[in-house]
């Protein structure tokens, strides 16, 4: 009897959850061995290593944003994966994008693959926001700071990723020119896309 007791309360934790992780049973005083015994009655699913969900779980374009800060609650979306969440690109990555601390180590996740980029200060803190992707909160840059980044690793993605968000971002009237000028300053680029933005307001 216990044990249907233990596979009733993951059950409701994965169901408010969406995805869980195997240390999240410490808090509800459940063994991990459950998870393991949940996934051969078919009532979980492995996700990754030591990720489940629901087998009929829906599965979306952010599944693997949801996924990755699942794991690594304090991942920063970032860049081309911001873009595609955002609508802004025609781009679409294989690997999600994420920011960390300069000095941070950068995450071991097996799957969805990472690309890892470093910011530091107020560009690691400014212009974030919470969404909740499949149950899970994912920190996301939003437009404007995301526009920023794109020309700061304009090297990495290409110069017309980042024209293409910031004309898409404009004509779509979901930036405004004093936000762009301050995450432009924040990311130190305000040399680089200050013609682009000239172009767009004259």
Known sequence: MKQETYYQQV???????????????????????????????????RVDRGLYSLPDRSVSEHTSLAEVSRKNPQALVCLLSALQFHGLTTQAPFEVWIAIPNKAHAPTIEYP???VVRFSGESL??????????????????????????FK??????????????????????????????????????????????????
């Open 153 to 202: 690793f304009r090297n990495k993605i290409g110069l017309d990723v980042a024209l293409e968000a910031l004309n898409e971002s404009w004509q779509s009237r979901r930036v405004q020119i004093d936000e762009l000028w301050r995450y432009a300053s924040i990311c130190r680029v305000t040399n680089i896309i200050r013609p682009y933005l000239e172009s767009l307001t004259s």
């Open 11 to 45: 059950l409701k934790l994965v169901g408010s959850h969406g995805l869980i992780r195997s240390h999240d049973l410490d808090a509800i005083n459940v063994p991990r061995v459950i998870l393991t015994r949940m996934v051969r009655r078919g009532q979980l699913v």
């Open 125 to 150: 803190i400014e212009g974030v926001e919470d969404h909740l992707v499949e149950g899970v909160t994912v920190h996301i840059t939003c437009v404007a700071k995301t526009v920023a980044d794109c």
């Open 113 to 115: 693959p990472l690309r």
